[in-house]
């Protein structure tokens, strides 16, 4: 543990680049969120017919050519969108930039399934013949691949890996580049997290034989988390990439600021493959809360992880009910996974990016599709349905939790100079 003594460099977040099933920027995606809009859709999945699910509708072409995306990645792709928009967005004179002093650092949930099935898929049409087998396939499906896309791509050639964190990914793409950058391994961090999961059908297989795949009439309610009629997890891609910097560098280029990084833990649960644990959720809040210099009632904004699972909702709920359930009348709960379902590794990223805009216009987006609220998922402030106006937003709290229990807590304040 570094001394107390030692002042750590104040990190920044200066440019936010996003794709979501219900938008392709920042001010899209806010305005969906505030108006109630999810981007959950029926797709046909292979061996499985039509599932709701998230699908993001970016222009692959706006930054990367045909052939590109021919020998590239769908993950791959995304991270490129983002991360240009999120450079695009910082107003940094890119060109300038050492590009071995850049970071890109992408948390995922998994990645080469998508390119493994596809490719038995293609080859059984021709009795298994791996004469048919793509020369691609090996980059394609290296742990590294979509921070090493964005790499090639952008012409980066300082650190680029990807951080497998199963559905906390998002969160530690930026915790790591948080890190990185108070080390001085880099002056410029592309940090965040991707999803592609809609493309394997094993991801949704492996729901459904555990009795966690959403299924509703209407997959715009599909994803219901906190409600008592909730059945499981839409599973969505999507992709949220940030800039981050030092604040000195930030400030002397003149940088506007979304948000300062106030602290963060990452810990586990060491207790079930999948069955989150409550009491090692609350104590990665609360040491996320102490790490930031603030106490619970200093939170005015907690985004949750609640997947719409019937025991893992409430779970959670234990865990913030347990940290905030006395003594925090200024603190508002928000979910955003009614909106865009499950992005897996780029959840945490695109969860706090559709609550940044809550420092400046004070509201809190809604959790929605909760028609009866689970009794045992009432919390203190929940939000719920509509948009709510509340006095301040000075700190926003994101919880991503993931499989094999892994959970991480990221706090974000306002910055002030």
Not at 396 to 417: E, H
Request: proline letters at 5%; glycine letters at 10%.
């Amino acid at each position: 543990m570094l001394p107390s003594s030692l002042q750590l460099p104040r990190v920044v977040i200066t440019g936010v680049g996003l794709t979501a099933p219900n938008g392709n920027n920042l001010p899209e995606f806010r305005t969906a969120l505030l108006n109630g809009t999810a981007g959950i859709e029926w797709i046909d999945v292979r061996y499985m017919g039509q599932l709701p699910a998230g699908v993001c509708h970016y222009d692959p072409l706006k930054y990367q050519k045909k052939k590109e995306l021919r020998v590239g990645t769908r993950a791959g792709s995304i991270s490129i969108y983002c991360a240009r928009e999120a450079v695009a967005d910082s107003g940094i004179a890119f060109d300038a930039v050492a590009k071995d002093r850049v970071g890109i650092y992408v948390g995922t949930t998994e990645h080469g399934n998508v390119e493994t099935e596809n490719e038995i898929y293609a080859i059984s049409k021709f009795g298994y013949d791996t004469k048919f087998w793509s020369h691609y396939h090996n980059p394609r499906t290296v742990a590294n691949n979509p921070a090493g896309e964005v790499s090639l791509h952008m012409g980066i050639t300082g650190p680029a890996y990807t951080i497998g964190a199963a559905c906390a990914a998002g969160n530690m793409g930026l915790i790591h580049a948080t890190q990185m950058l108070r080390l001085g391994e880099v002056d410029l961090a592309i940090c965040g997290g991707v999803s592609e999961s809609i493309h394997t059908f094993g991801i949704f297989a492996g729901f459904k034989s555990q009795g966690a795949l959403a299924a509703h009439p209407d997959p715009k309610q599909a994803s219901r988390p906190f409600d008592k009629a909730r059945n499981g997890i839409v599973v969505s891609e999507g992709g949220c990439l940030y800039t981050l910097e030092r604040l000195d560098d930030a400030r002397a280029r003149g940088a506007k600021i979304y948000a300062e990084i106030a602290g963060y833990c990452v810990n586990s649960d060491a207790s079930d493959y999948v069955l989150p644990n409550p009491s090692r959720q609350a104590e990665c809040v609360r040491k996320a809360v102490a790490h930031a210099g603030l106490t619970p009632a200093d939170i005015h904004l907690v985004n949750t992880h609640a997947t719409a699972t019937p025991l893992g909702d409430i779970q959670e709920c234990e865990a913030i009910r347990a940290v905030f359930g006395v003594g925090c009348p200024d603190t508002y709960v928000n979910n955003t996974k009614g909106f865009i379902g499950h992005c897996m590794g780029a959840a945490g990223a695109l969860e706090l990016a559709g609550n940044l805009p809550s420092f400046d216009d004070q509201v809190v987006h809604p959790t929605i599709n909760i028609s009866e609220l689970d009794p045992a998922c009432a919390l203190p402030g929940l939000v719920i349905n509509q948009a709510r106006k509340v006095a301040k937003v000075d700190t926003i709290l994101n919880n991503s939790f993931g499989m094999l229990g892994i959970n991480s807590t990221l706090i974000v304040r306002r910055f002030v100079a």
